[in-house]
């Protein structure tokens, strides 16, 4: 029998139908699967579908966010943006893309929304099928299925961490205190005096965003942060400059002294964060940084304060560790993150060794007998989610279907011990889901042989070569060659300067200026020279 066939039958549970669950369904079209999505909702989007209150087991966010990623960065790469879109996008605008996208590629039907996956157990045979029992509820009936695979996309902003015994003296507090998830508008704080604990994102977007009419505002920081504009070198969007194949193979070529110091210099480049208490800790780590493009104005106008972690609280105040008081306070928040949780999964799958997240690239369960569950979406890095998870559940799929095999348990957790000890030099924790994007997703792009050659291109298409090499890494660069290439990669990349520029020149003075690459080329390599000579003339 044609070993192709018997694959066009496999059956795959897909969990959520976020960005993470829509590439999945996608990757499992393109490759002859039968992909089923549960979604808790009635709608897609996950994290980024606004509802004026919180949900449990859902990911929540409030109003006012807006994406950290520029449309060139986060989109899909067969599918660029409409050109009239803005750089930086309000969630409302990307739940529109989101739903452009679903319907472009026909994935809705394929979506069983409303309904709630409660179970997934390993089938009685799974050491022989790789199956799966996925057992889901729905207007109060249970149901069970078999399927062949499972692709787990529900998110890691689902389970808030609230770390009260953390915080001694908190239950005296007898103000209201509640985590970030829960916060929507600012209107409730006209007036009042607030301490959010937390320095992320979410943290200082709502400081910001509160202090306009608040009282008073203080963040309260454990180790700090660098923070970082969307608006980068000569007023382009930061991920377009920052995040190139070149300055990626700078940074990972450089002796470690020169690139921390190279890091740090960036990152101090907008103003100087030991001046507004945010400095972090160990400032050479490559944490992700926080993005506000109002943050430091605010603390200069003095609307936000910033101080270090809370030491205790009173009834109606908390001291900080360095003895100062805020007295008075009116309203807590915990911008302390989330914790990433599968409740309806046997723990012991994902964490397979004293109680860590044990995963093959952070896909891949390593133990397992069969290949036939991939958890796509749990990784964070300087790049866009949307890429990521789209290369994740292209090669997922690829292994499901049995065109790419995964090496042996041995040599997957000898990678996995490998890139622990990289996170814990460059993030500060072995443990942690953050890493190197573009590193990344060159390793994913390799097994399905979706990674440019670099080298060739420059011998056959200059012109591209440049800007895939120098350019910004955009997502179209994951489909140019290989399985699932796309015909318009190749225009969508020579033209993505004049998508960006197109919703900021509405009023026309001039020709729209595209970086110059030579001049930011020399001036990359300035600083690194500039360090190496000095060096050599105090040896």
Known sequence: MNSSLTTLGKRVAIIGAGVSGLASIRSCLEEGLEPTCFEKSDDIGGLWKFLDRAEEGRASIYQSVFTNSSKEMMCFPD???PDDFPNFMHNRKLQ??????????????????????SSVKKHSNFSITGQWVITSEKDGKQESSVFDAVMICSGHHVYPNLPKESFPGLKHFKGPYFHSRDYKEPGMFRGKRVLVIGLGNSGCDIAAEISRTAEKVIISSRSGSWVMSRVWDDGYPWDMLFITRFETFLKNTLPTAIADWW????????????????????????????????LPACILCGTVSIKPNVKEFTETSAIFEDGT??????????ATGYSYAYPFLDESIIKSRENEVTLFKG??????????MAVIGLVQSLGAAIPTTDLQARWAAQVIKGTCTLPSVEDMMRDIDEKMGKKLKWFGKSETIQTDYITYMDELATFIGAKPNILWLFLTDPKLALEVFFGPCCPYQFRLVGPGKWPGARDAILTQWDRTLRPTTTRVVGHPQRPSFFFRCLKLLAIPVLFIAILLMLI
């Open 79 to 81: 599918f660029p943006y």
């Open 96 to 117: 529109e893309y989101l739903v452009s996208f679903a319907r472009k590629k026909n994935l809705l039907r394929y979506i069983k929304f409303k309904t709630l996956v």
């Open 263 to 294: 890091y740090m210099k960036q990152m101090n480049s907008r103003f100087k964060h030991e001046n507004y208490g945010l400095m972090p800790l160990n400032g050479a780590l490559r944490k992700e940084p926080v993005f506000n493009d109002e």
């Open 325 to 334: 008081t805020f007295k008075a306070i009116d309203c807590v928040i915990f």
């Open 363 to 372: 896909i891949f369960p390593p133990r397992l007998e069969k290949s036939t």
